[in-house]
């Protein structure tokens, strides 16, 4: 869901089951997973699986983020969106967003829909039938959230499951703007005398510290006081020893059942 600077600014089945032969290989990379990975951000997000039906959603979800929307919950007030609507204007210039940036650049850092307003959500959904601004989300999502996720990961030494949990932290939480963020959520992990397994650290342990420490950031903001997307899918995830997401996956997220078969 967010970031809170420039810089860190559906298919049901995959098809085979990872077998334990090629579980050291797998990473959040291969597109089966990734695929994966993407469904299970929906279920928390969009509460539901199908990702690709949401490039055209937008709302304010009253989280003193403005709106958010898109397939990783794009944010008006944390300059993610704005560096998304940029894009899409230097890929396809007249699009029907454009006419936004100088609101967007406006709004940044706040709540507001100050020149957004009453059209935006309308010209969003109507941009978002838009092959281009599709690949425009995938390609910031990927740049902002998904690939620096996977690349700290890997350097920790975790495997899928512990690649998604850093990119679902990222996805909510952001990096490189504060104590609340990725960053400080790993610093408080290891804070806590985990450690990953690049530096000597048991898997599992050090994934159950990420996520407590995840949890106690949460809670410090009133929008994210429901973890349940923590306790009873990641959580449960890594207590069924799925570190490399092997289905089935069975989850709650707020209170919605879910199944990857």
């Not at 609101?103 to 010209?123: K, M, Y």
């Not at 504060?178 to 790993?186: E, H, P, Q, V």
């Not at 806590?192 to 690049?198: E, F, L, M």
């Amino acid at each position: 869901m967010k970031t809170f600077t420039r810089l860190a600014a559906t298919v049901l089945c995959a098809a085979a089951l990872i077998t334990p032969g090629t579980a050291q290989a797998a990473d959040l990379n291969d597109p089966q997973l990734k695929d994966i990975a993407m469904q299970l951000v929906s279920s928390a997000e969009n509460s539901s699986l199908d990702w690709r039906a949401q490039f055209g959603y937008i709302e304010d979800i009253d989280d003193g983020r403005g709106y958010t929307a898109g397939i990783i919950g794009f944010c008006s007030g944390t300059g993610d969106m704005l560096d998304l609507v940029h894009l899409y204007r230097d890929w396809k210039p007249g699009n029907v967003l454009e006419k936004y940036l100088p609101a967007l650049e406006r709004v940044n850092g706040s709540p507001s829909h100050d020149g957004l307003d009453p059209n935006f959500q309308r010209d969003w959904e109507t941009a978002a039938q838009d092959g281009t601004f599709q690949a425009a989300q995938e390609h910031e999502r990927d740049r902002v959230y998904f690939d620096p996720a996977v690349s700290r990961a890997k350097q920790d030494g975790v495997q899928a499951l512990g690649q998604f949990i850093y990119y679902d932290a990222i996805v909510m939480h952001g990096d490189g703007w504060g104590d609340l963020d990725f960053s400080g959520i790993r610093q408080r992990a290891l804070n806590s005398g985990a450690r990953p397994p690049a530096q000597g650290g048991d898997e599992v342990r050090w994934l159950h510290a990420f996520l407590d420490a995840r949890v106690w950031t949460m809670k410090q903001e009133p929008a994210h006081e429901d973890t349940s997307r923590v306790d009873t899918a990641q959580r449960r995830f890594l207590n069924e020893g799925k570190l490399n997401l092997e289905r089935p996956l069975q989850w709650h997220v707020y209170g919605q059942y879910f199944e990857i078969s």
